[in-house]
């Protein structure tokens, strides 16, 4: 069983929908949680990042970290055509083992068409 | 401020051979992660690098190895290549704080392309 689980999708939506993507983790040591998007052809680029349980905003995009469920969450409002990417969900811990490793759910294919 | 950059961008190999991969990271970054990402795994952590030393590694055979210069640069080397070694070979670059205690973005390059045929 992977340490992080994330549904691949694809999920396809129509523009100015809510989206909501999800992840699970086993790994109680994680301590710092992201959001990554990655559009074709491109490296994944820090959509949210979170420390801890707690929601964090920033424009359109909600994040959301139960840390007692191991579940976390990205909400996009108001979806539009260019959030069409995949989306990644990172988790670390930190010290120690942790150095410079970020570890990745699946990855989410989000299309929104208009 | 320049992204990090990876080169070359597509590389096509034939098994067995061996194959090095390039990355200059954010100027001032000292830390330098190596990601694998395929279709059927996803991104998986391969090795980090800070001020030339490794302080961490995934769960990869001997074959993949890397190291990192005084200038920050990143280097990684795949030797033997098998069919499965076919993914996008990402690096990221972070300040790294010796400590590791708290958080450091990481800032992605764009990816080398690796074919085994």
């Known amino acids: 069983q992977k340490e992080v689980e994330q549904d691949p999708g694809p999920l396809s939506v129509p523009e100015g929908a809510i989206v909501s993507l999800n992840c699970t983790y086993s790994?109680?040591?994680?301590?710092?949680f992201m959001w990554y998007r990655q559009y074709s052809r491109k490296g994944p680029e820090l959509l949210m990042y979170t420390y801890s349980s707690g929601n964090k905003e920033d424009g359109r995009f909600t994040a959301q970290v139960d840390k007692s469920s191991k579940y976390i969450s990205l909400f996009i409002r108001d979806s539009q055509p260019s959030d069409s990417a995949t989306y990644l969900c990172a988790m670390s811990a930190s010290g120690g083992t942790s150095y410079g490793k970020l570890t990745f759910g699946q990855g989410t294919i989000l299309t929104v068409h208009p | 401020k320049a992204g990090v950059t990876q080169t070359p961008r597509y590389l096509i190999k034939t098994r067995g051979q061996q194959v090095t991969l390039s990355c200059s990271p954010i100027?001032?970054?000292?830390?330098v992660s190596w990601y694998q990402q395929t279709p059927g795994q996803g991104l998986q952590f391969l090795f980090e690098?800070?001020?030339?030393?490794?302080?961490n590694k995934g769960n990869f055979p001997g074959r993949f190895s890397g190291r990192q210069f005084s200038n920050s640069r990143s280097e990684m080397n795949v030797s033997t290549l098998e069919l499965g070694d076919s993914a996008l070979y990402l690096c990221a670059s972070s300040w790294g704080t010796s400590g590791g205690s708290s958080y450091n973005e990481q800032f992605f390059g764009p990816g080398t392309r690796l074919t085994v045929l």
């Open positions: 690098y800070f001020s030339e030393t490794q302080r």
């Open positions: 790994n109680s040591a994680f301590q710092y």
């Open positions: 100027s001032g970054h000292r830390s």
